[in-house]
């Protein structure tokens, strides 16, 4: 990708509106904008960054599940059946915006922040016997919530991107045992991103997803919203919620203690949540009357899980967490371009401008060029240290077989 014939905008100065940290860089360096609180446009350099997290988090899910693409308008009468119409309190919906269009339709739709009950709801027209289980499947999809306080840049949205994985099962112990394989899968692509050393497993409550225990992937972020206690010799936490009193039941907080585990002992620290999974075990099939006949002729309700990732998250908290004074320090697997391209000439017969464009031509799909001739080194230099690119390359009458440094 070269400056000089593509849409690159970095910004020395910012709205002092704009209060998260990720959003202060990535704005900054060029890689979002911002459409409302908590919306965002995602620019040619900030897509390349949610594209490539997304193809890391998809090559993953495709070892264990099927990809497929929900809608994002669901309907009511889904959410009246498992009771979560009156109670999910980021819930959002959408309806006619005007009398004009009132008069085509004035029907009210649900916009997906989940889809456990509309994908349960049309499984019932697929399962009849053991045979048609297990199920596994996943999106990746924008999702709404009607968020509070929007004010964290990509860390909380009220518009995301998600992937949601979900399993479909005859039994509780098959459930579990394909739960365990997902928490591998997701340790393994937080590694791959550049956060595994840390993110830890974390013991949580469920939620609104299930009365059990669930568990969360915190990573370690002095500006994370939540507070975990962690265990650094078994690599496991603990989310605080979970010593309220009143959730104790839900995580089974007497098994952890017969297990050893002395909460006064562990460290405390802030995190923020990267992925999560739910056992939401025959929740959802009781209410949908999601079920199976078995070998014996008995009918059963089958088990589920859910299973979340907030990609675009993901991208404000890699940009939360690698930073200096300077601008963004991406890890290699996630960054926009491996190599930062700056040439220092006036005109295209220089042989340091010859020799960048032979590197770029060489390395073009992870190369970003800056190919301008009427922008100062200095300028070119900022640029470069606000993208954050791994390995910056620059090109000069001095170096004309380039210099490289690294970010």
């Not at 739960?179 to 974390?202: A, P, S």
């Not at 299930?210 to 078994?234: A, K």
């Not at 006949?293 to 404000?316: F, P």
């Not at 799909?365 to 900022?382: C, I, N, P, Q, V």
């Amino acid at each position: 990708m070269t400056y000089t014939k593509n849409f690159i905008k970095t910004k020395k100065e910012i709205s002092s509106e704009i209060e998260s940290k990720n959003a202060q860089l990535l704005i900054k360096g060029g890689f979002i904008r911002p459409q409302m609180a908590g919306v965002y446009i995602y620019l040619p350099l900030g897509l390349r960054v949610l594209e490539k997290i997304t193809n890391v988090v998809r090559k993953h899910m495709d070892e264990i599940a099927s990809e497929m693409r929900m809608t994002a308008l669901q309907p009511r009468d889904i959410w009246e059946k498992t009771n979560r119409l009156d109670t999910v309190d980021v819930l959002m919906k959408t309806i006619g915006a005007n009398e004009v269009s009132k008069q085509k339709s004035t029907n009210e739709y649900i916009l997906g922040c989940t889809h456990e009950d509309v994908l349960t709801n049309m499984l019932t027209e697929f399962v009849q016997g053991e045979s048609e289980l297990p199920i596994y499947v996943y999106q990746i999809q924008n999702k709404f919530r009607n968020e509070a306080r929007a004010k964290s840049g990509l860390m909380r949205g009220r518009e995301f991107l998600m992937k949601d994985l979900y399993s479909f099962h005859t039994t509780y112990e098959d459930l579990m045992r394909y739960y365990e394989i997902v928490k591998q899968k997701y340790i393994d692509i937080f590694e791959e991103l550049g956060i595994g050393n840390d993110t830890f497993v974390t013991l949580a409550s469920g939620g609104d997803f299930t009365d059990n225990f669930s568990h969360e992937f915190q990573m370690i972020l002095e500006s994370g919203e939540d507070e975990i206690l962690i265990d650094r010799t078994n690599k496991i936490a603990y989310n605080l919620e979970i010593l309220d009193e009143n959730k104790a039941k839900k995580v089974d907080l007497e098994n952890a203690n017969k297990l050893g585990v002395d909460f006064s002992k562990l460290e405390k620290v802030k995190a923020s949540e990267v992925g999560n999974i739910f056992p939401n075990e025959t929740k959802y099939s009781k209410l949908l009357n999601l079920s199976y006949t078995n070998s014996d002729g008995v009918k059963k309700y089958v088990h589920m899980g859910s299973y979340g990732i907030g990609v675009s998250r993901l991208m404000g908290v890699i940009a939360e967490k690698f930073h200096d004074p300077k601008g963004l320090t991406w890890p290699e697997n996630v960054a926009p371009f491996k190599y930062h391209i700056c040439t220092l000439a006036k005109s295209e017969s220089e042989l340091c401008f010859q020799n960048a464009r032979k590197f770029y031509v060489e390395h073009e799909t992870e190369s970003l060029w800056d190919d301008r001739f009427d922008t100062a080194a200095g300028e070119k230099f900022a640029d470069a240290d606000l993208i954050g690119c791994p390995v910056r390359i620059v090109f000069s009458e001095r170096n004309p077989d380039g210099e490289f440094t690294k970010r």
